[in-house]
């Protein structure tokens, strides 16, 4: 991987489909997202199909349907749609010229904002997830490090990447550093 590309999101997306076919039960709840398993997953899914969207419209904001889970949908199915919208937004990324813009709420982005935001998602929910129903999961350091690079310049970069995302994005305390109450991503492409 190099870069925050499609590269990167396939990167993210393949640790946490490893991730989603060790998890037991999709109905397990993710107390800090207040919903199931398959819920966070459905979400991601979701915010990866906007980030395609949003990307190929430009930098007005366009939106006019959402998208919504299928109750019947189980684990299985929520992943390859999150494994699909995924593989949507690594093409809509790979074919972006780098001076293209998208709207989000958090601000207008070029390609490698979004890429960046949707690994947030992937590695953010993904570490939910895992904590959630026990398991061990640590996804790659160097898009865990690219992502707070991007999204957080405000962010110093401690020994691991993730815990440093995870503190960015209010999910934990780390030492010197409280939990955060408040977040919000750095959209604007760096200058430069």
Known sequence: MSGLGGG???????????????????????????RPVTGVVHHVAAALAWYSHDLAAGAG??????????????????????????????????????????????????PTG????????????????????GLDWQPPAEVAGAVRDRLFPDVPAGDDPLADLLWATGRLALPGRPRRGEWRYAMRPPAG
Do not use: K, N, Q, Y
């Not at 999709?26 to 997202?33: E, T």
């Not at 109750?71 to 690594?90: K, M, Q």
């Open 8 to 34: 990167a999101v396939r990167t993210a997306l393949a640790v946490v489909g490893d991730l989603l076919d060790r998890v037991p039960d999709g109905s397990a709840p993710v107390p800090v997202m207040g």
């Open 61 to 110: 904001e366009v939106s006019a349907a959402d998208l919504v889970a299928r109750p019947d949908a189980g684990l299985g199915t929520t992943s390859r749609s999150l494994a699909a919208w995924g593989e949507v937004l690594a093409r809509t990324l790979d074919g972006a010229a780098p001076g293209e813009r998208g709207w989000h709420s958090h601000g207008v982005a070029d």
């Open 114 to 133: 979004f890429a960046a935001i949707a690994c947030a998602e992937l590695l953010v929910h993904g570490a939910d997830v895992a904590g959630a129903v």
